[in-house]
């Protein structure tokens, strides 16, 4: 999921303070080698009112999952590949099915971001869970971080833009002709999470890059390196999670960017979660993430009260994690 290799490369960017230098509550420094994404009129400052969650209830039954893949290219020189799963018609359980039937009704979209040297399937067993329970999950393979060889950490700092590109593109299926998740997509609730580099990605959607369509976050095992902690829009609700043995990014960095946050958060903590394996790849470790992510989403993106009562329950199950919960 994430390679050594790229593990190296990330560690070491972060200890020379490559992107950025230190974390900033204004505005990112410019960095050599990134396009920086066009300015415009500075973004507000966050709200840090109550965030707006309609009442409503997520789906009590488990889907079937199909799968996809989408070819886009941002300004004709980011081609970004996008995978999407979505719940599908048919009997749950299984493996994701190709280009399979999708279920009646309208589901949220959750954005996300893979993490350095890494790409969508990697993170297949968590997200596939997320389409099971009833999300449209669109995670691009970004065209400078993916995959093996030397993957441009500076270019981290274009990702956000990749991601809101993306996200117009997965939200216009809804109304397009013939497609399979025409008239299944709920474009009015979306969230955005990734993993170390693509949770810098997920953080720089709250931050310089504020993507005002976007309800919630989950940041795994994140920093603002780049991005700053200068949270900026309506209130949308955080969620952090964080191995406290991570190797590559200090699990002390996570946390000082989730005291940033001025909205409703949590933080999840793993104390003998690394940046990865033990955090995403484990089965006891990943079904509590699972678990804890899934009923998070439900509340930001359903508005299912009872699913925000039940944080707490699946972030104690197992006694592999604690749970800091300012929901």
Not at 18 to 40: F, H, I, Q, R
């Amino acid at each position: 999921m994430f390679r050594r290799g790229a593990a190296l490369v990330l560690a070491g960017a972060l200890a020379a303070g490559a992107l950025v230098g230190c974390s900033s509550d204004t505005e990112p420094a410019s960095t050599a080698g990134a396009t920086a994404t066009p300015e415009a009129t500075p973004a507000p400052s966050a709200s840090a009112s109550a965030p707006t969650i309609p009442a409503g209830s997520a789906p009590e039954q488990s889907f079937a999952v199909g799968v996809r893949q989408l070819k886009r290219n941002r300004d004709g020189d980011r081609p970004l590949p996008i995978t999407i799963w979505y719940p599908a018609a048919g009997r749950a359980g299984g493996k994701a099915t190709n280009s399979a039937r999708a279920a009646d009704g309208r589901f949220p979209v959750v954005m996300f971001s893979h993490g350095l040297g890494g790409r969508p399937a990697d993170y297949q067993a968590l997200l596939t869970r997320w389409a099971a329970a009833g999300f449209v999950v669109a995670a691009p393979t970004f065209p400078h971080t993916s995959g093996s060889g030397q993957p441009n950490v500076l270019d981290v700092l274009n990702q956000p833009a990749d991601v809101s590109y993306v996200l117009t593109q997965v939200l216009a299926l809804d109304t397009r002709d013939g497609d399979l998740l025409r008239g299944r997509l709920a474009t009015d609730r979306v969230a955005a999470a990734g993993h170390s580099a693509g949770a810098v990605t997920t953080i720089g959607l709250f931050t310089a890059g504020r993507d005002e369509r976007l309800a919630a976050g989950i940041v795994f095992a994140g920093t603002a390196l780049g991005v700053g902690t200068a949270f900026a829009g309506a209130a949308a609700p955080q969620l952090f999670v964080h191995g406290e043995a991570d190797e590559v990014v200090q699990y002390a960095a996570g946390k000082a960017v989730y005291d940033k946050v001025p909205w409703p958060k949590a933080m999840l903590s793993l104390p003998n979660g690394d940046h990865g394996r033990a955090l995403l790849g484990n089965g006891t470790s990943l079904r509590v993430v699972a678990d804890t992510t899934i009923e998070f989403l439900r509340w930001t993106l359903y508005g299912d009260g009872d699913a925000k009562e039940r944080i707490d329950a699946a972030a104690a199950r197992d006694d592999v994690a604690t749970l800091d919960n300012r929901l």
